[in-house]
């Protein structure tokens, strides 16, 4: 698997790699990760990637040139990639399309700046875009990576234990259960009683319980969905 960040900011991005899960992932190969910059792209005598708006508006928008060469060399080079825009103008990111996409051979990400990419660079190469949430950020580099971090634990072998996967909030609508470590008293605060008794069965409906409770409080809507069945 591939990542490649399409981004006029590489430097924003890089560090998340240098430490814990994804540094040992790319050490075992399991993926790997590039860095494309529009701006070696770009014909412009000064390098310039962005304008202002034809039409009007606030702001300077990325220019189709430098990403438009800088795509069709990506695509050049691989014919399979898969092209995703990171856009507040877009669906939401939701647990379903990381385990969706974590079946790519590669992805590449672009992320936008200042107001925004010309919409024909979107038009002509999105295999898919994405938000991930209602608010606007400075550029699409942090939604990147919280994409890409979100997709990578669920390529087989990141992960050392797999079975963290399978009990995590979102796998089914209801969010998880509190979860508690040793020591099972500290400062006169006490893990759940039931979960100290070794009974499983008793464990297992103490967590529904309390996920239901958590899921009631902080995402109805979730409860709604457990409620219909949905998974
Ligand atoms: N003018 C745009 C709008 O109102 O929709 C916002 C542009 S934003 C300042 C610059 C870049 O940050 C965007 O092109 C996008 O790549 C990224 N970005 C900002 N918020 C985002 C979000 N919620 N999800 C994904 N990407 C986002």
Request: some cysteine; hydrophobic content about 35%.
């Amino acid at each position: 698997m591939t990542f490649t960040f399409v981004t006029l900011f590489s430097n924003l991005v890089e560090g998340y790699f240098n430490d814990s899960i994804l540094k040992r992932a790319i050490e075992k190969n399991i993926f790997s990760v590039k860095y494309l910059n529009p701006r070696d792209f770009s014909l412009n005598k000064h390098s310039k990637v962005d304008d202002t708006a034809v039409g009007g508006g606030a702001g300077m928008v990325m220019n189709p040139q430098p990403l438009f060469d800088a795509l069709d060399s990506l695509k050049k080079e691989d014919e399979n990639v898969y092209i995703v825009f990171l856009t507040p103008v877009a669906k939401p990111f939701v647990q379903n399309d990381a385990k969706r996409l974590s079946n790519k051979s590669h992805i590449a990400f672009v992320s936008g700046r200042y107001e925004g990419i010309d919409e024909r660079v979107i038009e002509k190469y999105a295999d898919e875009v994405f938000s991930i949430g209602d608010y606007i950020l400075t550029g699409g580099e942090l939604a990147s990576l919280v994409i890409c971090d979100a997709i990578s634990r669920n390529i087989e072998g990141v992960l050392g234990n797999s079975d963290s996967l399978t009990v995590e909030s979102f796998e089914t609508p209801l969010l998880e259960a509190p979860s508690f470590s040793k020591p099972k008293l500290y400062e006169g605060l006490s893990v759940p009683s039931e979960y100290l008794k070794g009974n499983h069965s008793k464990i297992r409906s103490l967590k529904l319980a309390m996920s239901e409770c958590k899921t009631k409080f902080f995402r109805p809507d979730q409860l709604k969905k457990h409620c219909q069945g949905v998974k």
